[in-house]
């Protein structure tokens, strides 16, 4: 006990016997893990993200009251651009129509393959009949479909062939 | 139909991967066999085995890149993915641009460093080899017969089509040419480190001499991985247009997994060579960077992180790859849980000391592997359960960095500690000019530049810590100002590779902790309407948007903006952002203008305004991202590190097996 006393003293810590050791290990790996699980179930809380079709939305059951993705086709001739970069557009799944708002000034401007009549992801909230988009995702080349969309799409009945590979 | 090769090129491809699948066979099963039995003539198989799927596999990657070269569309691969007015570096990229092109470039590189073991690992004991070899042709096995039966990139196509389909502008860059094989070489370098590993617990023995082995593969992959991630990051960065690098898209935390897990194996590995302890789980390490290797592979070209319906819509793919998976993963955690108890355990040490310091590197690079693991995962079980969730970046950055900032902090320390047991007072105050350092760093922030964010403090302080600490050490090292400057000169060229490559990683690490802390805390940013001759400030500068005029590039039109750019009056640079509009197919894609300077980059991106905008005003956004250069120049440091500890010639393997030979000699002579 005296050598340790001394080894504490002088900043050292002592070796640890193997027990004692893998107790340790075994310990600290336990803490850290929990950390993490501790972490990512407080994380998760505010970041899991709902994916609702048009459809969906208009029936207005289960709209969450926090941010999540709306997709589907947006329609032909519905956008609009104000003076000030402000967007509105109309996301489809041909079964209901939902009218999404977005500030380019503040949120960064349309994407390159933003189209109309094309598949389009946008993500926001929702409250008095419009979408108020805080993202606009519409990635991929121009055959790209995001599979979500694609999905609400079939589910609307509204689903003409295959994306091509 | 100009330039189409002679189409025989694609069946001798494609006879050569089906004998490469014969040759993989030949390679792994009779040989392992051979092992178990100690029968040599089955053990003689798998070298020359291996060099003979290299050269398979090499003929029908080169008969791929020839039909590529010489677009002939008769191969649907290339039909899909290539075009004859794509210029010629594209048309090759082009070839592992695609899933069925990748997978058979994964394969090729696999055997490359399975016949590298075959050639240069004559200094293995015989079984040992033997076993590498086979495991690494069961992968190959794998591999290539998912190719061939699920993903062959030489069926063909009649009748054949006069023009191809693929000439996708984004992806027509240098940066994203030479992104996927840099990746794929990290990737299947850890399959070495895996081979190794499931060797070493049929063997039943994991020594330093294992461990001599498996960091320069290691050592290579994960430079190669550092490089390939820093790449697509600067792709995505400069070429994207909206002035991010990181999305925490599952694309980008598929290459994100191995490499925190190959960070954690190489630094465990350390601690198995110097003092042979930690061993089963290092061994466990291997294995778990190399599944997360594969599953990132599998990943980013199937799709099914995007939904599990990709499965449905291809189910022969999505079945043998969950199969594939679950063979790899399971069986060879099933064989750790059986055998790890063979190994036998190693030196003890205390708490705080260099093996407690790598013990907590791996426990938090573990921990952000499993949470980014876990967010990446998480939106396919919920499918499964038929919720449509997706994980957004918040849940990321809210666990990474919590996660990362031990790990960074101890990282600075650990160097400083002796091996077995570590006087934590002595080693702080020899970092004292690092907590100076800080404390002057942290309080110019806030003085200065007037910042208050406690993220921004933070990353400030985690970055000054990490850098002045690596000077302190390798001052230390090379005993600056207590002798003379020559001498400290001879020194600092005489430390070994390993100290240098150390010292370079972990200051890329500080570097890129500032980049993301600067150009993060204090980007500037402005997104408005304008028309030539107008002028907005920017953080210091002014930008006058001078005058757009339409043009003609080679295979596009395009719509230039011209910026001048001046502080203080002073002109300092041009930029020309512009719109390209692509007609095969009908694509717009806009380019970022970047100018940049070691304080940070000037960044402008000009687009359409909107089909009812007032004509004569453009869509612009100007960004300035300090420090945001320090980034690559952090992510380049940790290569040439890598680099500088792969050349450590205590790690060339010819030392090694002379220290073995000697031993040899001298228990002959004992004996």
Not at chain 2, 432 to 437: H, K, L, N, Q
Request: charged content about 15%; proline content about 5%.
């Amino acid at each position: 006990m005296g050598s340790s006393h001394r080894r504490w003293a002088d900043g050292g810590y002592p070796i640890m016997k193997r027990k004692t050791q893998r107790a340790v290990l075994i310990g600290s790996g336990m803490a850290v893990l929990a950390l993490a699980v501790g972490l990512a179930i407080y994380a998760l809380d505010d970041s899991l993200n709902f994916f609702l079709s048009p459809s969906q939305v208009q029936a207005g059951d289960n709209i969450p009251s926090n941010t999540f993705r709306l997709g589907g086709l947006v329609e032909d001739g519905s956008l609009v651009v104000d003076g000030e970069m402000n967007v509105q557009f109309v996301v489809t799944d041909r079964v209901a129509d939902i009218k999404v708002y977005y500030d380019q000034q503040a949120h960064g401007l349309l994407p390159d393959l933003f189209r109309e009549g094309q598949g389009v992801i946008v993500e926001g909230t929702y409250g008095q009949n419009l979408f108020t988009a805080s993202r606009v995702l519409a990635k991929h080349d121009e055959n790209y479909m995001p599979p979500e969309v694609a999905d609400a799409l079939k589910e609307a009945g509204e689903w003409r062939g295959e994306a091509p590979e | 139909m100009a330039g189409r090769g002679p189409r025989v090129i694609a069946e001798i491809g494609h006879f050569a991967l089906i004998m490469a699948l014969v040759v993989a066979v030949v390679q792994s099963v009779p040989p392992l066999w051979g092992a178990w039995q100690r029968n040599t003539t089955m053990m003689g198989l798998a070298a020359p085995a291996a060099c003979l799927q290299l050269v398979m596999l090499g003929t029908a990657f080169l008969c791929l890149m020839i039909a590529y070269i010489g677009s002939d569309f008769s191969v649907i691969n290339v039909m899909m993915n290539s075009h004859t007015q794509k210029p010629l570096l594209y048309k090759i990229s082009g070839v592992w641009g695609n899933h069925e092109g990748s997978i058979l470039l994964w394969a090729l590189i696999l055997s490359f460093f399975g016949a590298a073991v075959a050639l240069f690992g004559r200094n293995l004991p015989t079984t040992f080899k033997v076993r590498v070899l086979s495991v690494q042709a069961l992968i190959g096995v794998g591999f290539i017969s998912f190719s061939l039966f699920t993903s062959n990139p030489f069926l063909r196509i009649n009748p054949v089509p006069l023009e191809g389909l693929g000439l996708n502008p984004l992806l027509q860059d240098p940066g994203l040419a030479f992104h996927p094989p840099m990746l794929y070489l990290g990737y299947v370098g850890f399959s070495i480190a895996f081979s190794f590993a499931i060797a070493a617990l049929l063997e039943g023995r994991v020594d330093a001499i294992w461990a001599r082995w498996v960091r320069p593969w290691t050592l290579a992959a994960w430079c190669f991985l550092t490089a390939g991630i820093a790449l697509g990051s600067w792709w995505a960065y400069y070429e994207l247009g909206w002035g991010g690098w990181w999305f925490w898209d599952p694309v980008e935390n598929a290459s994100l997994m191995p490499w925190l897990a190959g960070t954690a194996l190489l630094h465990s590995a350390i601690v198995v060579e110097r003092r042979e302890t930690l061993k089963s789980w290092t061994v466990l390490l291997a294995i778990i960077t190399f599944s997360l290797s594969l599953l990132g592979t599998f990943i980013v070209r199937s799709g099914v992180l995007n939904s599990v319906h990709a499965f449905a819509s291809d189910p022969a793919r999505g079945i043998y790859i969950l199969a594939f998976l679950t063979l790899v993963v399971g069986g060879s955690l099933i064989l750790f849980a059986a055998r790890a108890s063979a190994l036998k355990p190693g030196g003890v040490f205390a708490a705080v000391s260099r093996e407690g310091g790598l013990v907590w590197n791996n426990l938090f690079l573990a921990a952000a592997t499993g949470t980014v693991l876990f967010g990446t995962l998480f939106p396919m079980f919920a499918d499964a359960f038929g919720y449509k969730v997706t994980v957004a970046a918040p849940y990321f950055n809210a666990v990474f960095i919590p996660l990362m900032t031990p790990l960074i902090i101890v990282m600075a320390i650990a160097p400083f500690m002796a091996w077995k047991r570590g006087n934590i007072m002595q080693v702080l105050r020899r970092m004292w000019p690092a907590g100076v350092s800080v404390v002057v760093a942290i309080v110019l922030c806030l003085t200065w530049l007037e910042t208050t964010s406690p993220m921004a403090l933070m990353g400030v302080a985690l970055g000054v810590w990490v850098l002045v600490a690596v000077l302190v050490e390798l001052a230390g090292r090379v005993d600056l100002f207590r002798t003379s400057v020559g001498a400290s000169a001879r020194r600092a060229v005489g430390l070994p590779g390993s100290a240098w490559g150390m010292s370079f990683a972990h200051a890329g690490i500080g570097l890129v902790v500032l980049g993301i802390t600067a150009s993060v805390s204090w980007e500037r940013e402005v997104i408005t309407m304008m028309q030539p001759g107008e002028t907005r400030s920017l953080g210091g500068y002014e930008m006058t948007l001078t005058s757009v005029t339409p043009g003609n590039g080679p295979n596009y039109s395009y719509i230039r903006g011209v910026f001048e750019v001046r502080e203080e009056g002073q002109f300092i640079t041009q930029l020309t952002p512009e719109i390209r509009t692509f007609t095969d197919p009908p694509t717009q894609t806009t380019e970022a203008a970047i100018y940049p300077l070691v304080t940070g980059d000037i960044y402008a991106v000009i687009s359409n305004a909107g089909p009812n905008a007032k004509p004569g005003l453009w869509a612009v956004r100007l960004y300035h991202k300090p420090l945001i250069s320090w980034m690559w120049a952090g992510a380049l440091l940790m290569v040439v590190g890598g680099m500088f500890s792969l050349a450590d010639r205590r790690l060339r393997l010819g030392v090694a097996a002379r220290a073995q030979r000697r031993r040899r000699r001298e228990q002959e002579a004992t004996a």
